[in-house]
């Protein structure tokens, strides 16, 4: 067996006494030297999360120690900052106690790729109803399954909560809180990947009808309280049934609406043009 250089010896040497040590002041990073540096930064905070190294709330050490640990320029170690928060995998906090935290799990990222796809015209209104439609309809089924009492009483305390508000016309369609009847529903499947995948179509769906800015109508909160009967009865069909039938009548609303929305655009521009030509 071929015997090893100096060189190679002293390489390795120079190699390993970079190499970090465990300490008690926080997570360890390796120094990068493949592939785009930040994108190995990201990769290994990932890992770091998913081992549980790092926790929800937890603080990254600060720009110029992960500069140091991961041996890296600062200008690299921001750009993968940036990367995880726009990932919605840290959030930065300003103010004495501020920089980069380890964020709470949630939708945020998930809801705003799909966002984003939506306004690219990547992905269809129909898309994401028909997508919602069988997600609802998987977390009702398990719901009926899973769902404590306790559970199944803060669904009706929200939409106790929300007809009162639109009795007194002071509800809107445009808040995030008249969504929490879904997330409530996914809550009790004691499915966390399902509870962010609801909330992240749930979400989107809010936010396309918030430009349209809807009227409350009393007909959601009685469609919402024959959906919590069916879950109070374990009857998952006649539930998933009720709630994909309101989701559609959403669905077409919300595409019906978006359509004038887009035509009377449309027909200004087309005018306004015509009143351009028209003075030049």
Do not use: W
Not at 34 to 50: N, S
Not at 148 to 172: K, N, P, Q, V, Y
């Amino acid at each position: 067996m071929p015997s090893k250089s100096p060189a190679t010896t002293a390489t390795r040497a120079s190699a390993a006494s970079k190499a970090p040590t465990p300490t008690a002041r926080g997570p360890v990073f390796q120094p990068v030297r493949t592939r785009r540096a930040f994108e190995v930064v990201c990769d290994q905070i990932r890992q770091q999360i998913a081992r549980g190294d790092l926790r929800p709330g937890e603080r990254l050490p600060g720009e110029k120690e992960l500069a140091e640990q991961f041996d890296i320029s600062r200008i690299a170690v921001r750009e993968a900052l940036r990367s995880l928060e726009a990932a919605a995998v840290v959030e930065a906090r300003t103010g004495l106690n501020g920089g980069f935290f380890i964020r709470d799990s949630n939708s945020a990222g998930l809801t705003q790729s799909v966002q984003d796809m939506v306004s690219l015209g990547q992905v269809s209104i129909s898309d994401v109803t028909e997508a919602r439609v069988e997600l609802m309809g998987v977390a009702i089924r398990l719901a009926c399954a899973r769902a404590t009492e306790e559970e199944l009483d803060a669904i009706e305390a929200d939409i106790d909560h929300h007809t009162e508000l639109f009795r007194e016309r002071g509800g809107s369609r445009n808040t995030k809180s008249v969504i929490e009847f879904y997330r409530l529903i996914a809550r009790a499947t004691h499915n966390n990947v399902i509870l962010m995948m609801v909330d992240a179509l749930s979400e989107i769906i809010r936010e396309l009808l918030a430009h349209i800015d809807p009227q409350p109508r009393q007909d959601i909160m009685l469609v919402r309280r024959q959906v919590l009967a069916l879950l109070r009865a374990r009857d998952p069909e006649g539930a998933s049934a009720a709630m994909a039938l309101h989701l559609r009548k959403v669905s077409e609303y919300l595409e019906s609406e978006s359509q004038k929305k887009t035509a009377a655009k449309a027909t200004a521009k087309a005018k306004a043009t015509a009143k351009a030509k028209a003075r030049a």
